[in-house]
Each structure stands twice: as C-alpha cells, then as structure tokens.
C-alpha cells in the first residue's frame, strides 16, 4: 500500500455504499493531494487491514437498491408507518466518523516519517494534522455546549450595552427608539437562556450506552455497535423531521448515539443516529459475529461479554472511561477446574 493513501479511500461514491462526501472533506481540509505517494515506497501501514476491509464492500458484494430491507423484522411495527431504519441513516455521523480516522492516519504518517528521518515531509504532515485538531476541537466545542456557554455570555454583553442605549433613549425622549431596543433586549434574553440552558444540557448529561456496547434497536431490531454520543440531537432540522424526532417521548433532548450497524443486516446504512430512548440493552452477552469496516480502526477487540473495546483515541474523543468487566470468582474457579 502507497504511503500517500487519504481518506479518500474510505470516502467512495454512493454507488460503492459507503456515503462519505470526499468534496466535503477537501473544501475543509484540503486533502493532501501532494502527499499521495510522498514517500515512494511500500509500507505496511497501521491502517492496512481496516482499509482492506473497507475495501471489500464494493459494487458486486453489496445491493444497488439503497432502501432494500435484508430482514422482515426490521419492518416497523405500530405508529408510523412510513418510518424505516433509512430514516435515521446519518452522513454528519459517517463523516464524524471518517474525520476520526483520518486524525489516527495523519498521526501514523506523521510517526512513519519520523522514523524514516524524512523531518521536512513529517512537518507538512504536521501542519495538516494540527489543521485538522483544530477544526476538531471547534465542532467537538460546538456541540460540547462551550460554544453555547461562550453565546450566551457574549448575549448577556449585548443585552448590558442595549439596556444603557435604552435608557439614553428614554431620557431624550425618543420613545420609538426605547420602544425597539425593548424589544431587541426581550429577544436578546430569550436567546441567551436557551443558550445557557443547551449549555447546562450538555454539562449534567447522563448516557445509559457507553463506546463499543453491543445494543439492539427498539423498533427495527437490527444490531449495532456505539461508536459516539451527543447529550442532545445535533443533527439539522431536516434530518429530525425526517426522523420524526418531535414524536419521540423524550424529543430531540435527550441523548442521541453513532451506531454501527452489521453491514449482513443491511449494508446499506453504515452509521446511524439513535435516540436513546430506541436502542436496548441486550440481555444475554453478545459473542455473534459483527460485521463492519470500520470496527477495526475504532476498536481493539472484543471482551469477553462480546462488545467491542474502544481505542484510547476514541475514549478521549468522548471524554469516557475505560470501562472494566464486573469481576466474577465463578469464571475463576471455572478456569481452574478446566
């Protein structure tokens, strides 16, 4: 494999299924195009068996009908009948994802020229990777609720300098003039407590799922791996009302999860986004096999309950604990007898 290999890989065209846009990626990125073959060799990338896998979904492997339904159970049952497991099929969340990977490739490149003494390419690199953090860190503070704090205090500014011309006005007589400032301020406050209330959502959010858990959705049935969390829905409003986010019982506000859906039940959906109150808890542990392309650069492995046990990289993304299997003697003494 070519040292130079982007994301682009991972991006393909709809007809190939995997749903990424590539134009979205350059417009924000740029790319790297220079550096596709940078160094002239062959490598074993770290990255090598996950973009083998991925590289395994194309045209033959996978149905050309988008909306085809792999298994009878995942038709909806009561409520709305036009809702099916494409509704909550998401691209934002499929790209949140593909960014993450194209954060781990960069560094991996990064280490590789290092170790090949190549400083001047490791530099670029370098700079494209910080590139990327930063844009990182700006989208992950957006939907933090940072971003809501930092509005509603610059908010709270605004309403201050708004309430001093308020009084200038009053004080000159220029009732038409109070009479919009009161308004403008009226709507400043609203604002800026819907701002400071997102911000205290996010703050205090609670998650029932956790990194790697295997779940099972409510309606459809299908199986799924979490592989991120918001505290609240944060995808646009076309997409909750395709959704139909406003008829779940808990709405939009409350938390919403990246799943990875087994590519056997449908290879057509990829990355979903699932309100909490639709996804399951499985009963028994779950050791079946689970089919995706990017469980390999998301994941190290399985535990021994079955779910999937994420990288370091990811836990921090979502600032989430390692999570340890409860200890039990039994499994221990059964050891010992075998």
């Known amino acids: 494999m070519v040292v130079g290999m982007s994301v682009s890989t991972l991006t ?11 134009h979205l990626w350059r417009r924000h990125f740029g790319l790297m195009r220079k550096s596709h073959g940078i160094f002239g060799v062959e490598r ?9 896998s991925i590289s395994l979904i194309g045209q033959r492997d996978l149905p050309r009908q988008r909306n085809m339904k792999v298994e009878a159970g995942w038709l909806f049952k009561g409520g709305d009948q036009d809702l099916d497991p494409s ?28 170790n090949l003494e190549q400083y001047e390419i490791a530099k670029q690199l370098r700079t494209k990777l910080t590139e990327v953090e930063t844009e990182v860190i700006r989208l992950q503070e957006t939907k933090s609720g940072s971003a809501s704090k930092s509005e509603a205090q610059d908010k709270a500014i605004s309403i201050l300098c708004l309430r001093a011309d308020l009084q200038n006005a009053i ?20 604002e800026s407590l819907a701002a400071s209330v997102k911000a205290q959502t996010y703050k205090n959010a609670e998650f029932s799922f956790r990194l790697g858990q295997k779940v099972k959705h409510r309606k459809f049935g299908y199986r799924a791996v979490i592989c991120g969390m918001d505290p609240i ?21 409350q938390p919403f999860y990246q799943v990875l859906v087994d ?19 499985l009963d028994q542990p779950d050791t079946d096999r689970f089919d995706h392309p990017y ?6 492995g399985t535990d021994a309950a079955g779910d999937f046990i994420p990288v370091k990289q990811l836990r921090e993304k979502y600032d989430r604990p390692r999570h340890e299997l409860p200890y039990d003697p039994q499994d221990e003494k059964s050891g010992e007898d075998s």
Not at 12 to 22: A, C, D, H, V
Not at 263 to 280: F, Q
């Open 233 to 253: 829905c944060c995808e646009s409003s076309l997409w909750m009302e395709t959704a139909h986010v406003e008829k779940l019982t808990r709405g939009p506000d």
């Open 295 to 300: 469980v390999s650069f998301l994941f190290y």
């Open 44 to 52: 074993h990338c770290l990255w090598h068996d996950s973009l083998q």
């Open 263 to 281: 590519v056997r039940a449908d290879p057509n959906l990829l990355v979903t986004y699932v309100a909490e109150e639709n996804l399951l808890m």
């Open 87 to 114: 509704s909550e099929r998401s691209d934002s969340a499929n790209e949140d994802v593909l960014i993450f990977f194209y954060q781990l490739d960069l560094a991996t490149r990064v280490q590789y020229a290092l």
């Open 12 to 22: 393909t065209s709809r007809n190939n299924n995997l749903y990424g846009s590539t």
């Open 171 to 190: 004080e000159c007589e220029n009732y038409a003039l109070a009479s919009e400032l009161r308004d403008s301020i009226s709507k400043l406050e609203a």
